[in-house]
């Protein structure tokens, strides 16, 4: 049969012309009856009648008490009305289906919509999410240290300077003093080496040993703190440099020089002590002296292709031969 626009609008008023008057739907709550009239109280009625209606009704008609025919099924209506009134939420639902008969569809909208939701508390969930985050965040990072010192100790030149901390330390003395595996004594002389390592060598940047700090869950409980000190140094800022036109200091000339840079923390990290001061030194916040250290690098840069023979051999290539079709096109 082939649907059209007045067959669904008749449909549409033929069962509008059909819903209950009374505000009582069948599937929803206790269906064509009154869940009032179950438990044999008003709507009016508090919590303490409505418990005590409740146990009087259940120890009236549980099935292990009451034998007869149709008392497990009344039982279980006044047990489904109980729990309808016995909730805050879903009893003003329901007195707002008896007081509203004619949003027909509406109700039933609320009362799946109650049905269907997640009973988990939706704080509990967010708190799950951080914590999860928050997990992964410290073993990602635990990962990254780990992979650096393991890099650290393979590198002869670290590795050499290991060992010479550790004999100077005697770390090593009492390794071979008694007679065990080799692999035993190799494994216990790498962890000696590791933890030399660790103690000695100053890992910045996304490979720096991780902290607690800087997980998800305490950046979050900090946050006050952070927001306090980030106004704080604003106002201080404007205070210092703009108010009064003192000097910036060397922290703020290198943060000034790292946001020139449009580099983040990390990146400022592992560009190394050295390098950090020649860029202070550079004065790169100033717009002209940012605009000729560009153009520096762009110019060295250049010089250094010229130099390189990948780039000779292309410019031969394109001096004695003719531009093929695609080169042409272009």
């Known amino acids: 049969m082939r649907l059209t626009w007045k067959t669904v609008i008749c449909t549409f008023f033929c069962v509008a012309s059909s819903l209950p008057d009374d505000g009582l739907i069948g599937g929803l709550y206790c269906g ?112 990254r240290y780990r992979d650096a010192v393991r890099y650290l100790l393979e590198q002869p030149k670290y590795r050499s300077k290991a060992i010479e901390v550790a004999k100077s330390k005697g770390l090593m003395d009492s390794i071979r003093r008694r007679k065990r595996p080799k692999e035993e004594i190799k494994a216990e002389e790498e962890a000696i080496l590791r933890e030399v390592i660790e103690e000695t ?41 703009r108010i009064k036109g003192l000097d910036y200091e060397d922290e703020d000339q290198s943060y000034l020089t790292r946001k020139a840079l449009k580099l983040t923390q990390t990146q400022w990290e592992s560009v190394g002590n050295e390098k950090q001061i020649e860029f202070v030194q550079k004065r790169l916040w100033i717009g002209e002296n940012y605009a000729a250290f560009i153009k520096k690098q762009e110019e060295e840069a250049r010089v250094k292709n010229a130099e390189s023979s990948k780039f000779r051999r292309y410019r031969r290539f394109m001096k004695y031969h003719e531009p093929g079709p695609l080169m042409e096109a272009e």
């Open 32 to 143: 064509h009856e009154n869940c009032y009239d179950v438990l044999d109280i008003s709507r009016d009625a508090d919590k303490a009648e409505l418990g005590k209606a409740y146990r009087k009704l259940a120890r009236k008609y549980h099935p292990d008490r009451n034998k007869d025919p149709g008392a497990e099924e009344k039982f279980l209506q006044i047990a489904n009305a109980y729990e309808i009134l016995k909730d805050d939420e879903a009893r003003r639902d329901y007195d707002y289906m008896l007081d509203n008969p004619e949003e027909y569809y509406a109700h039933y909208y609320r009362y799946y919509r109650r049905r269907v939701a997640p009973k988990v508390d939706v704080r509990v969930v967010i708190a799950g999410v951080i914590t999860f985050v928050s997990v992964f965040q410290y073993l990602h990072r635990f990962w």
């Open 201 to 241: 060598v100053d890992i910045k940047g996304g490979y720096s040993k991780p902290r607690l700090v800087d997980v998800l869950w305490v950046q979050i409980l900090l946050s006050p703190f952070y927001i306090f000190k980030y106004f704080y140094w604003l106002v201080m800022w404007q205070w210092k440099y």
